[in-house]
């Protein structure tokens, strides 16, 4: 089983759309979750960090669930902007929390 | 703000030949990092370093493999002798604080490397 496992997509969504992606990690020590996104050969970005409570920032909101080891990623009104790989980051236990573990990503593209 | 810096930003070589990819993290960052990106693998840890001191290296492939900080501003990867399946996006990434969970990691625009 991979350490954390993505729905690659693609995703093909109309602008305005709500989408959701959904990932899963086998860690149960993790300790921090994010979303990074990256375009189309750029570099990896931080999206968000994703809290046990839940976070919003703007259009994007991130869960967690550390009982089933489930995070997800909600963007509403999606924009054209928004088309990207969108990556679930895990990082390490106590001694490791350097280490990022990362998914292969859900290809979003959004379309007219 | 300069963020990391990589080169170079993309490296042509034949199989068999030496290969050296460069970073230079964000200044007064702790830690470095090396990821490898491809398609079938997606984007791989390589090595870390906190304070220019190696902390894990286990996602080095092999001994071909090694690398360096030899000062809080540098670090070099190195492949020798390389061969095609080593093909792929070399990332440099740098964090403040390495060791503290949610720590963010900023990632230079990587190198991409074919071995021919």
Redesign the interface.
């Known amino acids: 089983r991979k350490e954390v496992e993505q729905d690659p997509g693609p995703f093909n969504v109309p602008e305005g759309a709500t989408v959701a992606f959904n990932c899963t990690y086998s860690n149960s020590a993790s ?2 979750f994010f979303w990074y996104r990256q375009d189309c050969r ?5 999206l968000m ?1 994703v809290y046990s409570s839940g976070n919003e920032d703007g259009r994007f909101t991130a869960q967690l669930n550390r009982a089933s080891q489930y995070i997800s990623l909600l963007i509403r009104d999606s924009k054209l902007s928004d088309s990207a790989t969108y ?1 679930c980051v895990v ?1 390490g236990p106590t001694g ?10 859900t290809r979003l593209q959004v379309t007219l | 703000d300069a963020g990391v810096i990589q080169s170079p930003r993309h490296e042509v070589t034949e199989m068999g030949q030496e290969v050296t990819l460069r970073c230079k993290p964000i200044s007064g960052h702790n830690s470095l990092f090396w990821y490898r990106q491809t398609m079938m693998r997606g984007l791989e840890l390589l090595i870390y370093f906190n304070n220019n001191v190696p902390i894990d290296d286990s996602g080095m492939p092999e001994d071909r493999f090694s690398a360096k900080m030899p000062n809080a501003s540098f670090s070099t990867l190195k492949i020798q002798p390389s061969e095609p399946r080593d093909s792929a996006v070399y990332f440099c990434a740098s964090s403040l604080r390495g060791g503290v969970a949610g720590d963010t990691q900023y990632f230079g625009p990587g190198t991409r490397l074919t071995v021919l």
């Open positions: 300790q921090s750029k570099e990896p970005k931080l960090s990556l990082n490791t929390a350097s280490k990022l573990t990362f998914g292969t990503g």
